[in-house]
């Protein structure tokens, strides 16, 4: 697969830069003919000899007889021509340009249309090499019907160019080599972007190493609402590229209503993994074949696995946060107060629970805390009563989300409440270091913080997608390597 680079210029200065830094990161360059300024044919030759890459010479309609005084000295490798050319026009083309492959372009920058197989088959009335559907899906249900679309039809001879464009696109161009295209476009950086939603050539092969991957590379990534902020798939696909493994890790915002459209796109594409999110962790539970006992107990499923042609769902929240906590002390006959009755508080109590320690939930709403002390046979306290429970506490795990994100000062523990016997544990990730971490510090406590409770359950969720590949140490220094990289 060509990774290729759009030039815009639109000066020949500026055309010269483009290519120069072109040559160092691509396979191919797209000239943006239609872009261009008024550029001397013997300008653009001396440029085709200096750099040499191939060449797709994108044209717009009505201007087609204009280009070809150019290309017939250019001798592009590949012209790019509008669907809604004419016969004449198109024969004109192959009989001026007898070695250019010609590819047979829709652009849709409104839309994904419902029908891509009549709408392919309406293009191929008019001969090319190749043909390109640059659409607009809405949903990342749409990027996967597209995804799923391409990647069959390229099965035999990969001569369909899928673009998804926006930001629901993008799935449709990270997943470009699984779809068998014959190129992808990516732009040297914001400035030269050509198409809403294209992605920069250092994200596509520093970050998705997308030059690494091919049509039977696996798929993993995380779904929820929103995603867009979240950093793991940097880790992951770091992980991914220390291993070895001709695997991806993207990010898609779905809502609980498109899961089981989303789930069914997935299984044709046999998706290998996934991580889930808010809101996602319960409301996914009815669209998997099978629930691990653990997940069913908590009620909540944080990663997916295609086992055996099937979707089975594991929650490795509570083993992540207790991996990290007894990496410091044991929890068993131990005090655990468990702040907060959400999906994190559920896996946490319960797995504290099965590691033997006395669980206690407060919790802001009480009946929230009443139910999951229910659920998990715990027991329940009033909100009110933190404060006294501190005082004997030997671990405090603090689950809500009050000290979320970086900047946010809140908490709903004050320092002389805690007391330097009790080991503090904040599930919050970001920022690492919450307010409430801060002051335990302070207080002399012993602390957890919410990233090395991702970085476990992370690793639990590579070990899941690829069973007994590497040896637990091998994925623990590779996600530890991974984490110190990330900013
Ligand atoms: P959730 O299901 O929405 O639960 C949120 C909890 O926070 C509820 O108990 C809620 O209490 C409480 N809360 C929210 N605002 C509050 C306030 N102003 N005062 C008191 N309590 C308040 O969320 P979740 O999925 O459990 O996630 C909770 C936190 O854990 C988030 O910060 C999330 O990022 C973090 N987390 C971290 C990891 C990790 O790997 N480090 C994994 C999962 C989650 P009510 O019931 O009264 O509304």
């Known amino acids: 697969m060509f990774l290729c680079i759009p030039i815009p210029g639109p000066g020949l200065d500026s055309v010269r830069s483009q290519m120069t830094q072109a040559l160092k990161l691509g396979t191919m360059i797209e000239w943006r003919l239609d872009l261009f300024e008024e550029i001397a044919t013997e300008e653009l030759l001396f440029l085709r000899r200096h750099y040499p890459l191939p060449i797709v010479a994108t044209l717009k309609k009505h201007r087609t007889h204009f280009y070809l005084r150019h ?58 090499d190749y043909y390109k559907i640059a659409v607009t899906p809405h949903n990342a249900v749409e990027a996967l019907k597209l995804v799923n679309f391409v990647r069959e039809v390229n099965r035999v001879g990969g001569t369909l160019v899928g673009v998804g464009m926006d930001a629901d696109g993008e799935i449709a161009r990270l997943l470009a080599p699984i779809m ?22 250092d994200t596509m092969r520093n970050i998705y190493r997308v030059q690494d991957l091919s049509f039977d590379s696996q798929i993993l990534g995380l779904i929820g609402d929103p995603v867009s902020k979240r950093r793991g798939y940097l880790v992951h ?130 009946d929230r805390a009443k139910a999951l002390a229910d659920k998990l046979s715990v027991t329940v306290q009033p909100f009110q009563e933190l404060q006294k429970l501190l005082q004997e506490a030997d671990f405090l795990a603090q689950t809500t989300s009050v000290g979320m994100g970086h900047g946010n000062e809140e908490t709903l523990i004050t320092p002389q409440d805690l007391s330097k016997e009790t080991l503090v544990f904040d599930a919050i990730a970001i920022p690492t270091e919450t307010r409430l971490i801060r002051d335990a510090m302070f207080r002399g406590c ?42």
């Open 71 to 128: 290309l017939q000295q250019l001798q592009p490798e590949i012209v790019d021509v509008e669907l809604g050319i004419r016969r004449e026009e198109m024969a004109e083309i192959k009989k001026e340009l007898p070695h250019a492959h010609v590819m047979l372009s829709y652009h849709d920058h409104l839309h994904m249309p419902e029908d891509l197989n009549s709408l392919l088959h309406d293009m191929q009335q008019l001969s090319a």
């Open 180 to 201: 068998g295209v014959p190129l992808t476009y990516a732009c040297l950086d914001e400035s030269c972007q050509t198409a809403p939603g294209q992605l920069s050539v």
């Open 237 to 366: 696909n770091d992980v991914f590229e220390q291993l070895s493994l001709p695997a991806v890790y993207v990010r898609m915002r779905i809502n609980g209503h498109e899961l089981g459209a989303f789930l069914q796109e997935a299984r044709a594409l046999k998706w290998k993994g996934f991580s889930v999110t808010m809101p996602l962790k319960e409301t996914v539970i009815p669209y998997l074949d099978k629930v691990d006992p653990a997940a069913k107990a908590i009620g909540a499923v944080n990663t997916i696995v295609w086992e055996d042609e099937q979707y089975v769902g594991y929650n490795f929240d509570g083993i992540g946060a207790l991996e990290a906590i007894e990496a410091k002390r044991r929890v068993k006959g131990k005090l655990f107060i468990v702040v907060g009755a959400g999906g994190a508080a559920k896996a946490i109590a319960y797995e504290a629970k099965q590691r033997g320690a006395t669980v206690v939930v407060v919790n802001r709403t009480y």
């Open 446 to 487: 012993e602390v957890v913080t919410g990233d090395k409770m991702w970085l476990e359950q992370a690793r639990r969720q590579f070990s899941a997608w690829f069973p007994g590949v590497f040896s637990e140490r091998k994925i623990l220094d590779a996600y530890e390597l991974a984490n110190s990289r990330q900013p």
